[in-house]
């Protein structure tokens, strides 16, 4: 009984070792930067919400809930529909998107960056900085201070910052695709994979316990 723990201990952790050294790797990474510095919280100026809590003078069929916001001075409204998104000008009409130059006007409004070009997106791609975010969306690439590059997302109609991707944010998306075993997504926390590893790590680590108490109480005898 001795030799088998011993032996699915052995093989065990010879398996599973680089996938331990992944998730610990990445652990670390996550322990020592701050998702709100990932997320790149601290780049936004954090100026007032733009939300304006006024009475709509119009019905939007199929509401869920409406927001009442201002764009660059101007009031929009935006609508959770069950058709989804849908956008409004204070009169009723139908919003039209920024331009290229209001991007770069909103993301130097809302953010310490610097904007230098736009760039529209259409389709969704496995594993995008943008993911999870509304389509089509505006890609802002910027500079910070130190002059790297950072790219800014922006809902074309609100023209709110919706995400910031920098190195940091990157470079973390990287590890928790590492810590999932997810490198496609990196979305999926529910695969198959992890579950097997997660199991094959603890029955490792069980059987690394019994073998510690087994010389342990062999050596006191």
Do not use: C
């Not at 956008?87 to 230098?116: R, W």
């Not at 910070?144 to 944010?169: C, H, K, M, P």
Request: without cysteine.
């Amino acid at each position: 009984m001795k030799l088998i723990v011993r032996n699915t201990h052995k093989y065990l952790s010879f398996f599973i070792s680089i996938q331990l050294l992944l998730w610990t790797i990445s652990g670390i990474y996550f322990a020592f930067n701050k998702i709100e510095n990932v997320r790149g919280e601290q780049y936004r100026t954090h100026t007032s919400s733009n939300y304006n809590f006024q009475k709509i003078e119009f019905e939007i069929p199929d509401a869920i809930s409406v927001n009442v916001k201002k764009r660059l001075g101007k009031t929009i409204i935006a609508a959770s529909t069950k058709n989804g998104m849908r956008y409004f000008d204070e009169e009723g009409g139908v919003l039209k998107k920024i331009s290229f130059d209001e991007a770069k006007q909103l993301v130097s409004k809302h953010t310490f960056l610097k904007p230098t070009t736009v760039e529209e997106i259409y389709t969704s791609e496995k594993g995008s900085e943008y993911r999870g975010r509304q389509l089509p969306i505006y890609k802002v690439v910027t500079h910070n201070a130190n002059d790297d590059e950072i790219n800014a997302y922006l809902n074309i109609f609100t023209g709110e910052v919706v995400a910031i991707r920098s190195v940091q944010w990157r470079i973390w998306d990287l590890m928790w695709g590492f810590h999932i075993m997810d490198w496609q997504e990196r979305d999926n926390i529910d695969n198959a994979l992890l579950k097997i590893f997660s199991i094959l790590a603890l029955i490792s680590s069980i059987s690394g316990i019994l073998l510690f108490f087994k010389i342990d109480i062999k050596k006191e005898a």
